[in-house]
């Protein structure tokens, strides 16, 4: 088999860009231009594999034509987080799963194989999905209309490693596997970041779970169908933007925008999405600002609120949880 030298070298641009991670944890030099240079470059690699293989991407780059260039791709290949849900809910409501594998695929780098005509649910798509190794993380608004992200094993690793990674100069050289984990969550669940939770409790010692109990991704939609609960806002004094990511803030007019202290909207360029376009515009409100940090920390961070952009339904863990407790 020819080896794949573009996957390999994103790879290695993936353990650069987490080694340097843990360096800004301790407040260390991290090599902050060559950082931006490894994202670049895994932009582009990330866009050639994009253009084989995902075929929602191809057609959003047939629209802006072949070029290869970082700005192109700010300017004329970002995509909304709206792609995750742009099926048709009535696919879900009338359980035809087949229909929504075929939509599915349209946002995935390979095929995916089988038949899911017989399938009854959507906790059991996941799960067949899951046994041809493709891992579905979901995130729902308060409106129900669920968001599907597709992760090959390699793009679900690399989260997990990134999780480890941002926290590594917390845990220093602490051996997971050594130690209980409380794990605020549920003991099964696909939701967002809730499933990082359920991946600790394999490599724990051992894990008890705030609620013991099996979280369908069914009954969070029908619950989030109902009434609305109102969330509360999160507010952050100051979160830095690790060296994973390279962020963007974007005009209402989706244009991006540039200098060191930005308000807009969201959104970035993610080397590590190998499985799906990463290349993403969310439906949040920020300020990004870029400089010295009174923590020591230099370079990209979060200041303020984060804000839902009118029109964008309050999405995530919160909502979820505050669904269930009602």
Request: aromatic fraction near 10%.
């Amino acid at each position: 088999m020819e080896k794949d030298r573009e996957l390999d070298r994103l790879l290695q641009i993936h353990d650069d860009l987490r080694e340097m991670t843990k360096i800004l944890g301790r407040n260390e030099d991290w090599g902050e231009e060559k950082a931006r240079g490894l994202r670049e470059e895994a932009a582009l690699l990330n866009h050639r594999r994009y253009l084989r293989r995902i075929p929602s991407y191809r057609v959003l780059a047939g629209w802006s034509g072949m070029g290869e260039d970082v700005e192109i791709i700010k300017t004329e290949r970002m995509s909304t987080d709206d792609i995750f849900k742009s099926y048709d809910p009535i696919w879900i409501d009338k359980a035809d799963w087949q229909q929504m594998t075929s939509w599915l695929r349209k946002l995935f780098h390979s095929e995916i194989p089988g038949d899911f005509t017989d399938v009854g649910t959507m906790e059991e798509w996941i799960q067949r999905l899951e046994e041809e190794e493709v891992h579905v993380v979901c995130s729902s608004g308060t409106s129900g209309d669920y968001s599907f992200v597709p992760r090959d094993p390699l793009t679900r690793q690399g989260a997990m490693l990134n999780v480890f990674s941002m926290y590594q100069s917390i845990f220093s050289d602490v051996n997971v596997s050594e130690y209980n984990a409380a794990i605020l969550s549920f003991r099964s669940t696909a939701i967002g970041i809730q499933s990082a939770g359920v991946e600790v409790a394999k490599v724990a010692h051992h894990a008890t779970f705030l609620y013991d109990m099996e979280m369908p991704t069914d009954v969070v939609r029908i619950l989030q169908k109902g009434p609305g609960n109102e969330e509360e806002q999160k507010r952050i004094e100051r979160f830095h933007v690790p060296p994973l990511l390279e962020p963007l803030v974007f005009d209402e007019s989706l244009m991006p925008l540039s200098g060191n202290d930005l308000k807009g909207i969201f959104g970035f360029l993610d080397p590590f999405a190998l499985s799906y376009p990463g290349f993403l515009i969310t439906g949040d409100q920020v300020e990004l600002v870029y400089g010295d940090c009174p923590c020591g920390r230099k370079g990209y961070a979060l200041k303020g609120e984060i804000r839902r952009a009118p029109g964008k339904e309050v999405k995530g863990c919160g909502g979820i949880m505050a669904s269930v407790k009602a």
